[in-house]
């Protein structure tokens, strides 16, 4: 079995910061992309930061130039720096990995439970 838990959430004023976590764990031979996703009240599910197993990493438009998302493959760990917080940053941010848990099985996508994130004066 393979688990994502995050961590780092919370309630923070207009233009602070939160650094997020997330650590895949359990039966893991080798993790392609790590990254995160959010979903705002009433609003689909959508990417923020990709961060693939080599090169750049993604973002969405709406986070550029604020959001940082690394990645300590050490630790089967990524993480999501995000400056500048608005109010419309608000949601639940889900990290999600690329997972192969053994050699002869395919690469499948995991998610995490989701984060609370509240950006409010």
């Known amino acids: 079995q393979v688990q994502l838990v995050e961590s780092g959430g919370g309630l923070v004023q207009p233009g602070g910061s939160l650094r997020l976590s997330c650590a895949a764990s359990?039966?893991?031979?080798?993790?392609?992309?790590m990254g995160w996703y959010r979903q705002a009240p009433g609003k689909q599910r959508e990417s923020v930061a990709v961060?693939?197993?080599?090169?750049?990493?993604n973002y969405a438009d709406a986070v550029k130039g604020r959001f940082t998302v690394s990645r300590d493959n050490a630790k089967n760990t990524v993480y999501l720096q995000m400056n500048s917080l608005t109010p419309e940053d608000t949601a639940v941010y889900y990290c999600?990995?690329?997972?192969?848990?053994?050699?002869?099985?395919?690469?499948?996508?995991?998610w995490g439970q989701g984060t609370q994130v509240t950006v409010s004066s």
């Open positions: 359990g039966s893991i031979f080798s993790i392609n992309a």
């Open positions: 999600t990995a690329a997972i192969r848990s053994r050699s002869y099985i395919p690469t499948r996508d995991y």
């Open positions: 961060h693939g197993s080599g090169g750049a990493p």
